[in-house]
């Protein structure tokens, strides 16, 4: 039976444009298997808070086990601060299928660093940012040359600052974010969750995400996975945009009239670029 369910597997998007980032609980290794197959474009198995301090060598030992088994898949490990993060290191040092560390509530570049020099030379690392301390440090991470990407752990802000989650609150964070990744030259950031089962409500906090700069979200359910692919990724009406705008001024910006068509063919191209990653088609 897993090898039937291998063959559905469509191939991952690669990290650097993944959209939906699904989180799942690894002391729950019986979900797994649906998440490896789920439309998710990165997989995280979560040995932080979804895992009470009692459990966390099983789950840590589960999730070995797993992706030797010819899976792949990102872990979410412990903060530095804890005693657990040096023992999720270790065994994870190595492990076939790790596609990279999640790093919890980071606070600072040298935390990025001291995980890289754990793991085997390349490996990439999540910096998520979830504190007032860790979103001040937010432009040394986004440089730090371990850092793959910032993600934004907005649960977390939200308690330690006193914030709520309305997008007027969430704003400075998120374009903090946004501005220290692109800063650095490094990818745009993964945008925090958004909590329960309404699918309107998923779709707007997925366009605010894309609003904000961010390319990325992470998803607590496989249901939600979909939804945010859709959102995040350039609507048939953007592609035949896109097509009809590089059609008109040249691939090569040969037929540019004025100064303003030098950026909207950027855009152009940009969108094109993802509509062929995504595979979405052109509106006729």
């Known amino acids: 039976m897993k090898a039937d369910m291998e063959t ?122 979830e504190s007032a301390v860790g979103l001040e440090a937010a432009p040394e991470i986004a440089r730090t040359d371990a850092t793959f990407r910032l993600a934004f752990g907005s649960g977390d802000f939200r308690r330690d600052t006193g914030m709520d989650d309305s997008p007027l609150a969430m704003a400075y964070p998120r374009a903090r974010l946004t501005v220290a990744s692109r800063a650095a030259r490094i990818a745009p950031p993964i945008d925090g969750p958004t909590l329960g089962t309404d699918v309107d409500a998923l779709v707007r906090a997925s366009a605010l995400t894309l609003s904000m700069g961010m390319s990325g979200k992470l998803c607590m359910t496989i249901a939600q996975t979909a939804p945010v692919n859709d959102a995040l990724s350039p609507s048939p009406a953007e592609a035949e945009w896109a097509r009809d705008v590089i ?27 993802l509509a062929k990653l995504f595979h979405i088609a052109p509106r006729e």
Do not use: C
Not at 92 to 111: C, D, I, R, W, Y
């Open 247 to 273: 059609a008109d001024l040249g691939e090569d910006g040969s037929r540019v009239r004025d100064g303003s068509d030098l950026p909207k063919l950027a855009k152009a191209k940009k969108i094109n670029a």
């Open 8 to 129: 559905t597997v469509a191939p991952r998007i690669a990290a650097e444009q993944a959209r939906s980032w699904l989180l799942v609980p690894a002391g729950k290794p019986e979900g797994f298997e649906a998440a490896h197959v789920s439309a998710a474009d990165a997989v995280i198995l979560d040995l932080e808070d979804a895992v009470t301090p009692d459990r966390k060598p099983r789950a840590r030992a589960d999730v070995v086990a797993w992706l030797g088994e010819n899976r792949r898949a990102w872990v979410r490990i412990n903060d530095a601060t804890t005693p657990y993060w040096a023992d999720d290191l270790a065994a994870l040092n190595g492990v076939p299928g790790l596609e990279g560390v999640m790093l919890a509530k980071t606070e600072s570049g040298m935390q990025v660093d001291a995980t890289a020099e754990r793991l085997p030379d390349g490996t990439k690392v999540l910096a998520l940012v």
